[in-house]
């Protein structure tokens, strides 16, 4: 079973994650933060990927912590369950249409974490979220996961239908990337013989 559980306790953040890669997309989240778990949700959902996501957070202080913390907590676990990569297709994207809105999304399990992101929006706040924090946690991610990961917005107007179609193209590229290949009959997915470095 290629499953994680990271249990994480500092002074800004008490977290508890599980996930396993080759679920049916069952979640449990709750971070404090509406929009968030909303968020969260739709990654589960759409990358089948099992996830428990339980945080306690300073959000008397603001939100910067949650955010963060969730992310990295959710790439260490997709790392952890990852083990060596061994069998993994490695690459994945998705077109993700949502309404009047498209995105792009391109994820390469590599090891060697970098954030392309190309994306805005019009408005501060999406619920009670700060939409810069967007942005943040998929650099969050991808720094903890070990993700190349493109993120691009074609267009679009509602930021609400912006933000879940970049997090469902997300989900859908990571479905297709964390996928065991027969064919590679468990190679690690790289001529040097290991991903990273």
């Given at each position: 079973?290629?499953?994680?559980?990271?249990?994480r306790?500092?002074?800004?953040?008490?977290?508890?994650?599980?996930l396993?890669?080759?679920?049916?997309?069952?979640?449990?989240?709750?971070?404090?933060?509406?929009?968030?778990?909303?968020?969260?949700?739709?990654?589960?959902r759409?990358?089948?990927?099992?996830?428990?996501?339980?945080?306690?957070?300073?959000?008397?202080?603001?939100q910067?912590?949650?955010?963060?913390?969730c992310?990295?907590?959710?790439?260490?676990?997709?790392?952890?369950?990852?083990?060596?990569?061994g069998?993994?297709?490695?690459?994945?994207?998705a077109?993700?249409p949502m309404?009047?809105?498209l995105?792009?999304?391109?994820?390469?399990?590599?090891g060697?974490?970098?954030?392309?992101?190309?994306?805005?929006?019009?408005?501060?706040?999406?619920?009670?979220?700060?939409?810069?924090?967007?942005?943040?946690?998929?650099?969050?991610?991808?720094?903890?996961?070990?993700?190349?990961?493109?993120?691009?917005?074609?267009y679009?107007?509602?930021?609400?239908h912006?933000?879940?179609?970049?997090?469902?193209g997300?989900a859908?590229?990571?479905?297709?990337?964390?996928?065991?290949?027969?064919?590679?009959?468990?190679?690690?997915?790289?001529?040097k013989?290991?991903?990273?470095?």
């Amino acid at each position: 079973m290629r499953t994680a559980r990271i249990e994480r306790k500092t002074h800004e953040t008490d977290i508890f994650v599980e996930l396993n890669l080759d679920g049916t997309g069952q979640f449990d989240v709750s971070t404090g933060i509406g929009f968030l778990d909303h968020m969260v949700e739709q990654f589960s959902r759409h990358s089948l990927i099992d996830l428990t996501c339980r945080i306690k957070g300073d959000l008397h202080v603001d939100q910067h912590h949650t955010t963060e913390d969730c992310a990295l907590a959710i790439g260490q676990a997709l790392t952890q369950a990852l083990g060596d990569k061994g069998g993994i297709v490695r690459y994945g994207h998705a077109y993700s249409p949502m309404d009047e809105t498209l995105s792009r999304v391109a994820v390469d399990i590599s090891g060697r974490p970098f954030l392309v992101w190309k994306a805005g929006f019009s408005q501060p706040r999406l619920g009670e979220m700060d939409t810069e924090l967007f942005e943040h946690w998929f650099h969050s991610i991808a720094q903890t996961a070990g993700l190349t990961l493109h993120i691009e917005l074609l267009y679009g107007a509602n930021n609400h239908h912006i933000c879940e179609s970049i997090y469902k193209g997300f989900a859908r590229a990571m479905r297709a990337a964390v996928e065991i290949d027969p064919r590679k009959q468990g190679a690690v997915p790289s001529t040097k013989g290991i991903l990273g470095g």
